[in-house]
């Protein structure tokens, strides 16, 4: 099996920032004594005030970013001028990669950016594709590492339009360190080497194994406290301990 080094991978994805976005439980929670009673919450809704983040970065950091215009859809013409505007960039930063194509494009499976017209645009200039496998984000490292990074700084906070909310995510953005991207990248590697050791079966399934063996024990406690017999059956896991 052929392995492209880190450095020559270009990962392309989007995702929508809102102007107010609501808190995790997490960063919700808090703590209150036995006798108080417990905090009420208000429920919010996103906002829909929004701009769509597009992001291109490598092993080291951030390649390239735009913010979609108000009104405009990413659709394949649009995208194609994505592409376009990305490979200026390449070639005034990385000039010698850029000649020699000494790079690869990741994408995700969005119909954007396996248009046609996008390929018909890349492929004369000599620019290798690859896409991620279908339903598979814990393969993708804006959606196990960066956006999720990203966002969880937004959350709490209160933009009054949509330059706001840019200027916020751009500063974010500046903050994630070079060691950050190395290791997602890493991550991405070892996902990627155990799906194909797993012969394509999406390994997150494991989490669903744990959560059913929480359930099981959750079943065999509340059943002790009923003082009724226990089902003392094993539940097997694909995975070896």
């Not at 649009?78 to 000494?102: H, N, T, W």
């Not at 012969?199 to 929480?214: D, S, T, W």
Request: aromatic letters at 14%; charged letters at 25%.
């Amino acid at each position: 099996m052929q392995t492209i080094p880190f450095n020559k991978i270009i990962i392309g994805d989007e995702t929508w920032c809102f102007a107010h976005d609501t808190e995790t439980k997490r960063q919700s929670s808090a703590w209150v004594g036995e006798i108080f009673p417990r905090p009420k919450k208000l429920k919010f809704q996103r906002s829909r005030i929004k701009t769509m983040l597009i992001i291109f970065f490598e092993s080291q950091g951030v390649l390239h970013k735009e913010f979609v215009p108000e009104g405009k859809t990413v659709n394949s013409e649009f995208y194609k001028g994505v592409m376009d505007r990305l490979l200026k960039r390449i070639q005034r930063i990385r000039p010698a990669e850029f000649c020699s194509r000494d790079f690869f494009l990741l994408h995700d499976n969005a119909p954007a950016h396996k248009a046609a017209s996008v390929c018909q645009f890349l492929t004369p200039k000599n620019v290798t594709n690859f896409y991620y496998p279908p339903y598979s984000p814990d393969l993708s490292p804006p959606d196990y590492f960066l956006f999720p990074k990203l966002k969880i700084k937004l959350k709490r906070l209160h933009f009054a339009n949509v330059a706001e909310i840019q200027e916020a995510v751009t500063d974010e953005l500046k903050k994630v360190q070079k060691e950050e991207f190395s290791a997602a990248f890493q991550k991405m590697y070892d996902r990627a080497k155990a799906y194909v050791y797993a012969n394509g079966v999406h390994f997150e399934l494991k989490k669903v194994c744990i959560f059913l063996m929480c359930l099981r024990f959750l079943k065999i406690s509340v059943l002790k406290l009923l003082d009724r017999p226990v089902y003392t059956g094993v539940l097997i896991s694909p995975w070896p301990d």
